[in-house]
């Protein structure tokens, strides 16, 4: 069936390719996945699949033959493989884009030289560079981290010294950046295609817990315009200036003295995009698929006064399945949306998340809390 | 990952098969799938499919074992298998339901039982029982029509003639049916659950074309309020008294005279549905899958003012891919929602269809029905 429409590779398994799966077939278009293990996210609803390692040139281009363009679940295929495989297909976002999203200090020089406002920040190499540069701080690998792991929050010398013998381990560089007194972080995401046309969504609130994107609003309560209207121009800024193809997520900090930091870029479909699957005309991963194609893009507007997306986290509870969830969830909220990506729970595991939407915040925020709390165990006769 | 959730056997691999993919995707529902040949629709999209004849019990028997539940892409298993197959796992529809939406005689005489109003009906067996029953009349095969094959129009007994030589070379009993003066087609979608819980979706307006459905506006327009209700209460005692489990669409004629009369049944999702994929807060796919596991079926209320679905239906361009028209379409109609099967164009045969929503229903039409025709090839430049 090559010859209904250009075939495109995605290399990683997990749910951001798993998401990609359905506007995929809605759109007929073909997709054929690299996938780390038998059975992953997306491999159980993607039937053109190989099982490989992402970090092996061979296997890359054996995947990505006779494909229109490749385009990734995440950001760690080596940038030197990227740069290989531009001579035989187009790679979405590029090579030169990717690397502002997999090395911070890269990301933080460039933005340097836009002129985009970013938190105070220095490349560290010993303790005495970290007291140069002002405790407390934040440290954070350039690269590697996700979820919260590779960042360290640290208040002495005696903490700096303990990152950096983890650092050192692993071979990894450190950036130091200042502590943000910041109100809230918030989420600009766009589309960009090779064209240069741009989708810009609504500007969401999110909040992390141990790290790890636990919720978001759209679009964000009570965000003066102006400062929306900054956000939504730094990310379009970003997109064009980097020759971004894709989805673009640009993680601001709201600061208590009213302006945006960026925060940290993710190239390809993000946790805090996943409301646009029932709160948008056009979501997120549909808009990736296009933009990677090269086609037009969909409207990025919202459906909804509010859409809250709560994501279901592997909790206390160590056994049972999601699925046995349903019957309460669904019972007790019918215009709940649910989206599972086929794992296991496991503690502190994204498994899923929930979209609730409506004209009431509060709501549906309560509604999508109750639902990802009960998903994950945290409600109900097994609690603790 | 058999464990996650029950597995769904999905009996065919046509586009209604494939369209229940997307939302299995998102509820973490592994499908298993037995398709006509490789590469069909629904292949496309479900890893875990088969090859091989639905009318073949032992290869039913292979691809259901394991299986939580079975359903359907179309309604042509034969009865006696849905019969044996109940004995290893839960048929959805059962077959004492889906008879009544593979025998239209069965389905007429269980209706006039319940009091339903249909056309006026009779089994007949020689054109002179058609000309007792009256001519000009609808003469129809009782079991194995579908999208207007199997439906004739007689006006003449030389007409009728030649029906019965016809359908006696296929071995069809008939059915005549009175020709219906009616302003226009409605149609009552619902979605039953073995537990007896239902949903209903507001009642639309249908237009078939050469007996394929064409275009749907939901809800209908200016429907009198009181025949909207009797519709969808028609539907639900329908649903409820065949013990109807999945969705059930009832095909109903608004006659000129203000009365709803049952055309036809189908005991799946159907395309006078495919509106609320994008359309309502839960699609007819969706809980299609709820229903067939018994999980609460989810809200069937419209998001949007009017929805209007037009289908693709190959044109005269024998050529090109419907993938070429994603250019022109999408940039047109930012908020146009595309479906596509993932099949070849053939003059008359349903390749997609298109979704588009908004507050005013002539802008609605006007988008869908050019997007449809610009993807048919009847519009532009190869058009004649």
């Excluded at 590029?94 to 836009?114: F, I, N, S, T, Y």
């Excluded at 560290?124 to 440290?139: K, M």
Aim: glycine residues 8%; negative net charge; charged residues 25%.
């Amino acid at each position: 069936m090559a010859t209904l429409a250009p075939t495109v590779a995605v290399i990683g398994g997990g749910q951001l390719a798993r998401m990609m799966a359905e506007p995929a077939a809605a759109l007929g278009i073909p997709l054929r996945l690299l996938a780390e293990a038998e059975g992953v996210s997306a491999a159980q609803v993607v039937p053109d699949h190989a099982v490989g390692d992402y970090t092996d040139l061979d296997t890359l281009r054996r995947v990505t033959e006779g494909c229109a363009v490749v385009t990734f679940d995440h950001e760690h295929v080596p940038t030197d493989h990227l740069h290989a495989l531009e001579a035989t297909l187009p790679v979405r976002p590029g090579p030169d884009a990717l690397v502002h999203a997999q090395d911070k200090a890269v990301m933080r020089a460039r933005l340097a030289e836009l002129d985009v406002p970013c938190p105070r920040n220095a490349v560290v190499a010993s303790v005495a560079d970290v007291e140069a540069f002002g405790l407390p701080c934040v440290l954070k690998t350039t690269r590697g981290g996700y979820d919260g792991k590779g960042v360290w929050f640290v208040g002495s010398p005696a903490e700096a010294e303990a990152v950096f013998a983890t650092a050192a381990e692993q071979g990894r560089t450190l950036l130091a950046e200042e502590r943000v007194d910041f109100r809230r972080e918030l989420s600009a995401l766009v589309a960009r295609s090779p064209s240069g046309q741009v989708a810009v969504w609504p500007v969401v609130a999110s909040t992390q817990r141990d790290g790890i994107c636990h919720e978001v609003v759209a679009p964000a309560p009570d965000l003066d315009p102006e400062l929306a209207l900054q956000a939504q121009r730094a990310a379009m800024r970003i997109a064009g200036e980097l020759d971004v193809t894709g989805v673009l997520a640009v993680e601001l900090f709201e600061t208590r003295d009213g302006r945006i930091l960026v925060n940290e870029l993710a190239m390809r479909p993000h946790n805090t995009g996943h409301w646009t699957q029932d709160g948008a005309v056009t979501s997120q991963f549909e808009n990736h698929l296009r933009a990677v194609l090269d086609l037009p893009l969909g409207a990025p507007d919202a459906r909804e006064r509010w859409t809250v997306m709560v994501n279901i986290l592997g909790g206390t509870r160590e056994t049972g399945r999601l699925y046995d969830g349903f019957p309460h969830a669904m019972a007790r909220d019918p215009r709940l949306r649910v989206h599972l990506y086929g794992k296991e729970l496991r503690p502190g595991r994204k498994v899923g998340h929930v979209n609730a939407y409506g004209d009431d915040l509060e709501d549906c925020l309560e509604r999508a809390r109750h639902a990802a709390a009960w998903f994950a165990g945290d409600l109900g006769e097994e609690s603790e």
